[in-house]
T-cell receptor
Framework: GENVEQHPSTLSVQEGDSAVIKCTYS??????FPWYKQELGKRPQLIID?????GEKKDQRIAVTLNKTAKHFSLHITETQPEDSAVYFC??????????FGKGTRLSVIA | NAGVTQTPKFRILKIGQSMTLQCTQD?????MYWYRQDPGMGLKLIYY???????DKGEVPNGYNVSRSTTEDFPLRLELAAPSQTSVYFC????????????FGDGTRLSIL
C-alpha cells in the first residue's frame, strides 16, 4: 500500500523567512496530494491541495510543488508569520484508497 | 451549515466501560472517516465508510466498531475501553471519492482511567 514520508519533523524559522516541508510517496498511482494545518488543540484544516495533472499550485503565501517522476511533493510558505506556527500534515491518495498521511511537521515561527 | 459535528467534546471513561462517539455531517457527503490522534503524533485511520450501509477497516480498527445507517451519521463504538484508547478522535467527511478534500470535526478528547 501507499507510504508517505514527511521531513523534517520539526522546523524553526525566523519571522519573514521561508519554510519548506517535503514529502515522498511510494505508490506511483497516487493522484491527489493535500496539505493540512493543525493548530494546537484544533482540528486539521485543508490549506492547499494539488492533483497529479498539475506541477505547481499557489495560494497567496503558500505553494505546493509536485514531482511525479521523483514521487515527492513540497509545501512552501513564504514571508512566514507567527500565526503560521502549527503542525502540517501531507497526504496522498490514488482515489481508490483512503488518504495516507505523513507523520507531520511542527513549524515554529520565531518573532 | 455546521459541517462535521462531533459529540461529546470531552469524556473520561473507566477501564472496561463502553461508549459511543457521535459524528454527523450536513454536507451530504458520501464518504466518512474516523481517525485517532495520540499526543504529538499523526492521524491513524480507524474505520471509514463510502456510503450508507458500507463500512471498512482502516489501519487500527481493533477495539472499535462502526455503523452507517444514514448518510449523515457515522457513530464510533468503543467496547471494553482500555488505557491504550486514550486519544483524540476526529471524524471527517468528503464529498465523493478518496481524492476529495476531507472536512474534519472538532474532535473528542477521550481519557480512559
Amino acid at each position: 500500500g501507499e507510504n508517505v514520508e514527511q521531513h523534517p519533523s520539526t522546523l524553526s524559522v525566523q519571522e519573514g523567512d521561508s519554510a519548506v516541508i517535503k514529502c515522498t510517496y511510494s505508490d506511483s498511482a497516487s493522484n491527489y496530494f493535500p496539505w493540512y494545518k493543525q493548530e494546537l488543540g484544533k482540528r486539521p484544516q485543508l490549506i492547499i491541495d494539488i492533483r497529479s495533472n498539475v506541477g505547481e499550485k499557489k495560494d497567496q503565501r503558500i505553494a505546493v510543488t509536485l514531482n511525479k517522476t521523483a514521487k515527492h511533493f513540497s509545501l512552501h510558505i513564504t514571508e512566514t508569520q507567527p500565526e503560521d506556527s502549527a503542525v502540517y500534515f501531507c497526504a496522498a491518495s490514488t482515489g481508490n484508497t483512503p488518504l495516507v498521511f505523513g507523520k507531520g511537521t511542527r513549524l515554529s515561527v520565531i518573532a | 451549515n455546521a459541517g462535521v459535528t462531533q459529540t461529546p467534546k470531552f469524556r473520561i471513561l473507566k477501564i472496561g466501560q463502553s461508549m459511543t462517539l457521535q459524528c454527523t455531517q450536513d454536507m451530504n457527503h458520501n464518504y466518512m472517516y474516523w481517525y485517532r490522534q495520540d499526543p504529538g503524533m499523526g492521524l491513524k485511520l480507524i474505520y471509514y465508510s463510502v456510503g450508507a450501509g458500507i463500512t471498512d477497516k482502516g489501519e487500527v480498527p481493533n477495539g472499535y466498531n462502526v455503523s452507517r445507517s444514514t448518510t449523515e451519521d457515522f457513530p464510533l463504538r468503543l467496547e471494553l475501553a482500555a488505557p491504550s484508547q486514550t486519544s483524540v478522535y476526529f471524524c471527517a467527511s468528503s464529498l465523493g471519492q478518496f481524492n476529495q478534500p476531507q472536512h474534519f470535526g472538532d474532535g473528542t478528547r477521550l481519557s480512559i482511567l
